[in-house]
């Protein structure tokens, strides 16, 4: 069975939940669609179309136990778990029931706690059912984005968190695009954060993405970057944060302008499996860095 790990990454504020919980239980594939009456024929009018509907506000419910050899440290269990209360919002972290898979992480906060003292039990044995609300429901795992500095409960490398973004090597001039496939393992969209890095040659001002299905182009980033990405320079879009980033020797500058464009709301999406992509630089040597965290419910 799955279960809750801990609650907040950093500092002070981690909580770790006992490994043995008696349930676990989310509503992230909870939808809501939305279909109106039409008033003389059967049936109604969808309104999402052929898109998928919204998911419900998430709600993470874990039920376990809490021991204790005393009463006194009974108390100090409870106290220890209702001030993760004023933590606000956290990554809350979980174990999929296969121990061989990456934890997966949502940001979350406390909705409710309930630990009854009902009986004289209760002293030494504290049942207990939590209650998380999720605004964003779903699970990420790490996919090919590394975890980030200061995440103290995870490591770097090739160990059960490392992560090795997609690199793409491109040679920019003419007017052809460099073909090539990615794979994303999750079951749902992944948002993806693109790295253009200057090995060579002369700089380039001119960056296209894109992901194309059945030879239609589905999404597209493109940017403009009028003084060039040359020596000691790397060009991010991240699409999950909505930010353009030029970097001058580690040192990130805001790029987002009219001069960068996209198709769809969310910029840039990768469907789950294979997805084809088209990139594009006008000039210059580069190796492009493709990062991604896996998605489910």
């Known amino acids: 069975m799955a279960y809750l790990v801990r609650f907040g990454s950093t500092g002070s504020k981690i909580y770790t939940f006992p490994t043995v919980q008696k349930a676990f239980n989310t509503n992230f594939a909870n939808l809501v669609p939305q279909t109106t009456r039409m008033p003389g024929v059967s049936g109604g009018f969808d309104n999402f ?3 998928p509907a ?3 506000i998430g709600n993470i419910q874990a039920t376990f136990t809490l021991r204790s ?5 009974m108390e100090a269990l409870r106290d220890s778990l209702n001030a993760i209360t004023e933590w ?3 990554w809350l972290y979980m174990q999929p029931s296969d121990p061989n898979l990456s934890e997966r992480k ?9 630990m009854p003292q009902d009986n004289e039990k209760a002293g030494l044995w504290q049942p207990v059912t939590i209650n998380f609300q999720a605004s964003d429901p779903h699970w990420y795992a790490v996919g090919t ?10 490591a770097w490398g090739t160990s059960k968190w490392g992560g090795n973004a997609v690199i793409q090597a491109m040679t920019g001039g003419g007017a052809d695009f460099t073909t090539f496939t990615v794979t994303n393992s999750g079951k749902m969209i992944a948002i993806p954060r693109f790295t253009w890095v200057y090995k060579s040659g002369t700089a380039a001002t001119s960056f296209e993405i894109q992901r194309r299905v059945g030879g239609v182009t589905e999404d597209v980033v493109a940017h403009t970057i009028l003084a060039g990405v040359g020596s000691g320079k790397t060009l991010e879009i991240n699409c999950r944060a909505l930010s353009v980033k030029l970097y001058t020797s580690g040192v990130p500058a805001d790029a987002y302008s009219s001069l960068f464009s996209y198709f769809h709301p969310a ?6 499996g294979a997805n084809q992509l088209y990139a594009y630089c006008n ?7 493709i990062r991604w965290q896996e998605v489910y419910i």
């Open 49 to 51: 179309g052929g898109y």
């Open 54 to 56: 919204p998911q419900e």
């Open 69 to 73: 050899t005393t009463r006194e440290g």
């Open 88 to 90: 606000g919002e956290q």
């Open 106 to 114: 949502c940001r979350a906060r406390i909705n409710n706690i309930a």
């Open 145 to 154: 984005e590394a975890p980030l500095w200061g995440d103290v409960t995870t």
């Open 267 to 272: 910029w840039f999406r990768l469907e789950p």
């Open 283 to 289: 000039n210059g040597v580069y190796d492009l860095y």
